[in-house]
């Protein structure tokens, strides 16, 4: 009796467990059809995919083992999770990516490739887990080379006769025309298009075809954990949303053959027509190391970008650290922007950047809605060792950058800060240790304060700050520690009003030396 009653018992867990597995949302891709030798299964994850949508929604799970697959639609109320062990594949096949979609490349909205993974109008999406995730973009790369090592015309593939045919009246600027000409473009990585509720979290990228991270028209998007390792290759950026908004991007680890984290909003006439600005980003514990930029807004920034909060990054071995930059042409406004508790640390270039002279030097233009806008920037309490450069800040005549300031920053390096054509720029506790050159240059600007500034190791016969053609500028609470030959140097006859206020100057041998255009009364003291 007894041992009938635990049969019973037993039978009833069995099936209890059996409806609860095929009821709980998550399909075990080894039970729909999928295989995990590495042998291409790429109708069985879509078909699990398409299952667990109408469904309501589901997990695939992906146990440890090797896949292989082509492109992916993903739905809504779909997550992708990895578990430990797997290695998720995608094709070099280029086929495997047809048909085309409608996708966003460097900031212009075009038929394409379908992007590794892709959903379109979709909500609640998730990557998660503990696995690796393989491009295999070298195919990609390569024939990106072939297409640009090419000397004289080649025949045209298939794919870019494809590009032709779907793309008639894309509308881009004249400079952008070598890259529209090669009418082959890369797919991202993960690419989601006008959708809302995104989180990848805890996997790994690697081998990106083209960029990394790359939601696109987004609302709500989290990025947690995860690590990408791209290695020296085009245009493979690590996390780039676009037009987005409420994007929270936190403890990732990035390496990769182009910018590490990228905030962008389209380019130039296309991006202006769908006027979607990129705001409320949040960017902090993330480490970069090889990338040309840590964290880089731009320059595809012609519907707007605001209200980014970027703390709490370690920069080792980027080409740059904060880069921000546009050109004439973009049009759109950079502002609100806010960097925090930033270490950085073998920088090739410049730590931090501010550039309207991007990728191109146009002629001076009516202020429109070509002119791009940089405002409201505010950098504080950075670290920085070994770098080129401390900082550029450059303008155009016609829309200075404005309202920008830097506080509490410690940089050893090569030069130090050049401001040119700004206004309403301020220098708070910043010591620059230049080798070469002052520690700050000032050119075209107005309306500038220097509060507490200067070197640890002023060189002979440099002025710590150089002053040219700038108006409206206090200098002020400067107490040189160390034997200083000269503190300033000015000169240009549109210098004036510069005052200088509550410093001590004992250790310094030459205070102001005057340059032969500068009017006697530029200088109060």
């Not at 050119?443 to 108006?471: E, Q």
């Amino acid at each position: 009796m007894k041992i009938k009653n635990i049969l019973i018992i037993l039978c009833f867990i069995t099936a209890f467990n059996t409806a609860f597995a095929s009821n709980d949302g998550w399909l075990n891709i080894l039970n729909e059809g999928g295989n995990n030798k590495g042998v291409k299964c790429t109708e069985a994850i879509q078909k699990a995919i398409e299952k667990a949508s109408k469904n309501g929604g589901g997990t695939i799970f992906f146990p440890a083992g090797e896949y292989l697959t082509g492109a992916l639609k993903l739905k809504s109320n779909i997550t992708i999770h990895l578990d430990s062990g797997a290695l998720l594949k995608f094709s070099e096949n280029f086929d495997d990516y047809l048909p085309y979609v409608e996708m966003r490349y460097e900031g212009i909205v075009m038929q394409s490739f379908s992007p590794l993974f892709y959903a379109k109008d979709a909500e609640n999406i998730t990557i998660k887990g503990r696995g690796v995730i393989d491009g295999q973009g070298k195919a990609w790369w390569n024939e990106v080379y072939r297409i640009e090592s090419a000397k004289g015309p080649i025949p045209l593939t298939k794919y870019q006769k494809m590009w032709d045919e779907q793309n008639k009246g894309i509308v881009y600027s004249p400079y952008y025309q070598r890259t529209i000409d090669k009418k082959f473009f890369r797919p991202s990585f993960f690419q989601a298009y006008n959708c809302k509720n995104i989180l990848i979290e805890g996997v790994t990228f690697q081998n990106s075809p083209f960029w990394t991270i790359n939601p696109e028209f987004c609302d709500n998007v989290t990025v947690n954990g995860i690590t990408i390792n791209n290695p020296h290759s085009p245009n493979t950026d690590g996390i780039n949303p676009s037009s987005c908004k409420n994007v929270h991007i936190s403890n990732c680890h990035i390496s990769v053959g182009d910018d590490c984290i990228t905030i962008k909003s389209g380019r130039d006439a296309d991006g202006r027509k769908y006027g979607k600005p990129t705001e409320n980003v949040t960017i902090t514990n993330c480490t970069m190391l090889s990338g040309h930029g840590g964290v880089v807004i731009g320059s595809e920034m012609s519907g707007g970008i605001k209200k980014i909060t970027i703390s709490n990054c370690v920069f080792d071995g980027t080409d740059r650290g904060i880069r921000i930059k546009a050109a004439r042409g973009r049009g759109g406004v950079v502002e609100d922007i806010r960097v925090d508790n930033i270490v950085m640390k073998n920088i090739k270039e410049e730590a931090i950047i501010l550039d309207l002279f991007y990728d191109k030097d146009n002629a001076v233009e009516p202020v429109t809605e070509r002119t791009p806008i940089f405002r409201n920037i505010h950098i504080s309490n950075v670290t920085g060792g070994n770098v080129n450069k401390a900082g550029f800040v450059r303008g155009i005549s016609e829309m200075p950058i404005q309202n920008i300031s830097f506080s509490n920053i410690n940089m050893d390096g090569k030069e130090g800060f050049t401001v040119i054509t700004a206004t309403d720029v301020e220098f708070h506790d910043v010591k620059v240790n230049a080798t070469a050159g002052s520690s700050f240059k000032i050119t075209d600007s107005k309306n500038l304060i220097l509060d507490n500034v200067g070197s640890s190791t002023p060189i002979k016969g440099i002025p710590v700050i150089k002053i040219d053609n700038a108006s409206n500028i206090m200098i002020n609470n400067n107490f040189p520690f160390n034997a200083t030959d000269i503190f300033i140097e000015a000169d240009g006859k549109d210098t004036k009003n510069i005052f200088l206020k509550n410093n001590v100057f004992n250790n310094v041998n030459t205070v102001v030396k005057k340059g032969k255009d500068l009017d006697k009364k530029a200088i109060v003291e």
